[in-house]
């Protein structure tokens, strides 16, 4: 069981779905490496990386909005905040607790429930109102 990319998750601007497929690309290493045993050094890395280029690839999005004067703006940006917020916990825990298998399945549940739906949804909303715009 692993998580690929699908055309289906496209938004249209290919800046943006370059950044989901790399997000996917990693996620589907968290599966793979809990298959193998190895979830809990694996969720190290995914933490470590998901610190910096969650927060680089929002702000390139909204960059994006801001640009293109997207109405859909202020929730889009909250559903971000939500995230980050969730993941800031999660690497919390961790380095209080010590990374455990419940770490490493909030994670994935995070990145699959949250991530997909928003990639699915709330992007795609704003990949077509760019490209509705777009002459
Ligand atoms: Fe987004």
Redesign the pocket.
């Known amino acids: 069981m692993g998580i690929q990319w699908r055309d289906s998750l496209a938004i249209g601007v290919e800046a943006v779905d370059n950044q989901h497929k790399e997000l996917l690309l990693r996620f589907d290493r968290l599966l793979n490496a809990c298959q193998a045993g190895q979830g809990i050094e694996e969720l190290k890395r995914l933490q470590k990386f998901l610190g910096e280029y969650v927060q680089t690839h ?1 702000s390139d ?1 909204e960059e994006l909005q801001r640009l293109h004067h997207y109405p859909g703006y202020e929730a ?1 940006h909250a ?2 905040v939500y995230f980050i917020d969730q993941i800031k916990k999660l690497e919390a825990e961790t380095i209080k607790d010590g990374v455990s298998t419940h770490h490493v399945v909030e994670t994935n549940n995070m990145l699959l429930k949250w991530l997909l739906n ?1 990639i699915s949804k ?2 795609k909303e704003l990949g077509a109102f760019i490209k509705s715009g777009t002459p």
Do not use: I, L, P, S
Request: cysteine-free; overall charge negative.
């Open positions: 929002f999005e889009h559903e971000h928003h709330v992007d």
